[in-house]
């Protein structure tokens, strides 16, 4: 059974700060995996999905890589800013189930502070 | 663009009445599902579509019907509601198959069940 996990599961830092976010996964035969963004009482946003043929993906100051073989992928977050305090999930697509559906972890709740 | 489009945003119910939940997407995905978002167990899939006229269970099926009779329309019932189902409920739709495409997810739906 695939399992998402996202450590740590809270994180505070200055403005400014260059950090990542760690999501392992326990099934490698993914399809793909996709970043989160989820703000306090709202939706989901997409950020980036990697494909599983896919080593990382880029967007303004994130960017995020898959290591398959390894079951990790990472959210690197440059010079973050107030503006990127949220939670972030990770989910995957794939494993033993074809069912489109996604396994997601708990989620790491960033605090960016001025 | 509108996206994914859920509502209401809020309801409180009463236990044992019904209501619908309702989720439209306008970006013509085949693949549409819903998840609901509990405190330390995360998002779980509830049901999920491939496509009109088809609909399967997902992990947490048990109090919850689905339908999916077009392609933009996938409302989700609950037809005798329980304290158990209080929770935050999203919709998410995919392209094609969905194996490997992106989710793109509604701005959820706030249930309450006394």
């Known amino acids: 059974k695939q399992e998402v996990t996202q450590i740590p599961a809270a994180l505070s830092v200055p403005e400014g700060e260059n950090l990542v976010l760690n999501c392992s996964f326990t099934?490698?035969?993914?399809?793909?995996l996709q970043w989160f963004r989820q703000d306090p009482g709202k939706g989901l946003t997409s950020l980036l999905l990697?494909?599983?043929?896919?080593r990382e993906q880029t967007s303004g100051r994130l960017n995020a890589s898959l290591d398959k073989s390894s079951g990790r992928s990472t959210l690197y977050i440059a010079a973050s800013q107030p503006g990127d305090s949220a939670t972030y999930l990770c989910?995957?697509?794939?494993?033993?189930?074809?069912?489109?559906?996604?396994?997601f972890g708990q989620g790491t709740t960033l605090q960016v502070k001025p | 663009n509108a996206g994914v489009t859920q509502t209401p945003k809020f309801q409180v119910l009463k236990t044992g009445q019904s209501m619908t939940l309702q989720c439209a997407q306008d970006?013509?995905?085949?693949?549409m599902s819903w998840y609901r978002q509990d405190p330390g167990m995360g998002l779980r899939l509830i049901h999920y579509?491939?496509?009109?006229?088809?609909?399967d269970q997902g992990e947490v099926p048990n109090g919850y019907n689905v339908s999916r009779s077009t392609t933009e329309d996938f409302p989700l019932r609950l037809l005798s509601a329980a304290p158990s189902q209080t929770s935050v409920y999203f919709c998410?739709?995919?392209?094609?198959?969905?194996?490997?495409?992106?989710?793109?997810f509604g701005q959820g739906t706030r249930l309450t069940v006394v």
């Open positions: 998410a739709s995919k392209r094609g198959k969905a194996l490997n495409t992106e989710a793109f």
């Open positions: 099934d490698s035969a993914i399809y793909n």
């Open positions: 990697i494909q599983s043929s896919q």
């Open positions: 989910a995957v697509s794939g494993g033993s189930s074809n069912t489109g559906k996604l396994i």
């Open positions: 970006m013509n995905h085949e693949y």
């Open positions: 579509s491939v496509g009109a006229g088809i609909t």
